[in-house]
């Protein structure tokens, strides 16, 4: 019943973030596979319940790595956000060709640009790009700081993703397990659909007639200085244009 993160609420953070700097027009990608169309389709709708304008969403091919298409559709609808959900490759191939062709939205955002390979792929250039992290081991949650440190005595390493949702889900079986009095299945079952924890990952909460997962976002971040830093209060930097930058020292 249970999932991390589910790819509907990945827009959440990044169209906060917009809705905040009151941006005037939004141009969405999703890359063509069912995860990526799932998010930018459910970004698409989420636009419009903040009143954000969509001036078009656009599904790009998988093998896609010239962007100067899109780059012409973005100027075209005077749009003042590029954000896309893909992969890294997608990231920095879009980077790239902004680069060439000397533009640079106000604000964009790509969901693969969290992936180390990003900035392997792009270096310096991947300065004020925004992206979605399913986990931060720095972030304020109830239990995240003892789960990290414990975890970086035990291993060396802070944790990722993968270590922290296991990690949640042994914090949500046991909640469940009290609450039901029971490790019966249909039990554990009818608890689960009602449970609301905190976790190292946010809030537990589902859908009752889905199993959706409700409460737990990923978070919006933003590459500075090479790191991906959480946002705070959806304030994020303006993504500069190219002849403003300068290299990092």
């Keep these: 019943m249970w999932t991390?993160?589910?790819g509907p609420a990945y827009p959440d953070g990044v169209l906060r973030a917009a809705a905040v700097a009151r941006l005037k027009s939004l141009y969405i990608l999703g890359r063509d596979d069912?995860?990526?169309?799932?998010?930018?389709?459910a970004a698409q709708l989420q636009a419009a319940r903040l009143g954000l304008r969509v001036a078009k969403l656009d599904i790009y091919?998988?093998?896609?790595?010239?962007f100067l298409p899109q780059i012409y559709e973005a100027m075209g609808a005077d749009a003042d956000a590029w954000i896309a959900f893909g992969?890294?490759?997608?990231?920095?191939?879009?980077v790239k060709t902004f680069k060439r062709h000397g533009f640079?939205?106000?604000f964009f955002y790509a969901r693969g640009a969290?992936?180390?390979r990003f900035i392997e792929r792009v270096g310096q250039d991947a300065e004020l790009t925004l992206a979605s992290a399913e986990y931060d081991p720095r972030l304020p949650l109830p239990g995240n700081a003892s789960f990290a440190r414990a975890y970086r005595v035990k291993w060396s390493l802070p944790p990722g993703p993968l270590a922290a949702a296991a990690y949640a889900a042994g914090q949500v079986l046991a909640a469940a397990v009290v609450r039901a009095g029971s490790a019966e299945p249909e039990k554990l079952r009818a608890t689960l659909a009602t449970l609301e924890v905190d976790t190292v990952l946010g809030t537990y909460r589902v859908d009752r007639?889905?199993?959706a997962q409700l409460g737990m976002q990923p978070t919006l971040v933003q590459i500075v200085r090479g790191r991906a830093e959480p946002v705070k209060d959806y304030v994020v930097k303006p993504y500069p244009q190219w002849s403003e930058r300068v290299p990092l020292q």
Excluded at 61 to 66: E, G, Q, T, V
Excluded at 87 to 93: W, Y
Aim: glycine residues 6%; aromatic residues 0%; proline residues 9%.
């Design 87 to 94: 992969d890294a490759r997608d990231a920095a191939e879009m």
């Design 61 to 66: 091919p998988r093998s896609l790595s010239d």
């Design 114 to 116: 969290v992936d180390p």
């Design 4 to 6: 991390c993160v589910d």
């Design 34 to 41: 069912a995860a990526s169309r799932e998010m930018a389709e």
């Design 104 to 106: 640079a939205p106000g």
């Design 209 to 211: 007639a889905t199993g």
